[in-house]
């Protein structure tokens, strides 16, 4: 596991931190897929007792993230093709439906906030920086998806996108979106956002997401990637 200093922050929960800990490690590829989390280990490291350390293997557990081996421990999920197929038709439906309901709450500065996102994605582009590229593209979606105001909504989306960037930093070497393709479906949605045309938004916004998992699932195909783990 990837050393990292620990600082423990109130008023959020101990478990709370190392959810996010663990889980931002997992997504980035810093605690690689089938590696197995060991309790004694992470008591050490973060200096806590085991309690907040099995609750946060619990959420991670609920979230898709580990899996529990009965007499063998806890370990990163391996990612399998369903998963990715699951991940990107369900968030095509519910990002769909966030951009949507963000329209009429969309103000100045989030259009800002995204013109902002669709400039980094251009420099990223231009030095061929894809992890660089997948942060502000996450950027120009977490603004649209906070406008729709759902906090239901916002917070399984939340975990839905997180999946999908361990997805793509799990196999950066073999999936990019191509950037001409994305930096204009992102111009073009942010176009129908000032416009204020919700449906056509939404639909947009799904067809993109549905692009993006053809080409990812495309992609691994053409690398003889297995159909069930890849």
């Known amino acids: 596991m990837a050393e990292k200093d620990f600082n ?3 008023p959020v929960s101990l478990v709370e931190q190392i959810t996010e800990y663990l889980a931002n ?3 980035e590829g810093k605690i690689n897929n089938g590696q197995q989390l060991v309790e004694n280990e992470l008591q050490r490291k973060f200096g806590i007792s085991r309690g907040p350390i099995r609750e946060a ?4 557990e609920e979230n898709g993230f580990l899996i529990s081996v009965p007499r063998k421990g806890t370990f990163v999920r391996e990612i399998s093709r369903k998963d990715i197929e699951d991940n990107f038709s369900v968030r095509s439906h519910l990002e769909s439906f966030a951009a949507s309901l963000a329209v009429p709450f969309m103000n100045d500065e989030d259009v ?3 013109e902002l996102a669709l400039s980094g994605m251009a420099e990223s582009a231009r030095n061929n920086d894809f992890k660089s590229h ?3 593209h996450g950027d120009f979606h977490i603004i649209f998806i906070n406008a729709s105001k759902n906090d239901t909504l916002i917070k399984i989306l939340e975990n839905l996108r997180r999946q999908a960037t361990w997805f793509r930093f799990s196999y950066v070497h073999l999936v990019q979106e191509p950037f001409e393709y994305a930096l204009n479906v992102h111009r073009e949605i942010l ?15 799904k067809e993109h997401i549905l692009v993006a998992q053809q080409q990812f699932i495309r992609l691994l195909a053409s690398r003889g990637k297995d159909e069930t783990k890849v």
């Open 191 to 205: 176009d129908l956002f000032i416009k204020k045309d919700a449906h056509r938004a939404g639909s947009l916004v």
């Open 134 to 136: 997948l942060k502000h």
């Open 25 to 27: 490690e997992i997504t």
């Open 112 to 114: 800002k906030g995204m």
């Open 57 to 60: 293997f619990r959420i991670l």
């Open 8 to 10: 423990l922050q109130f």
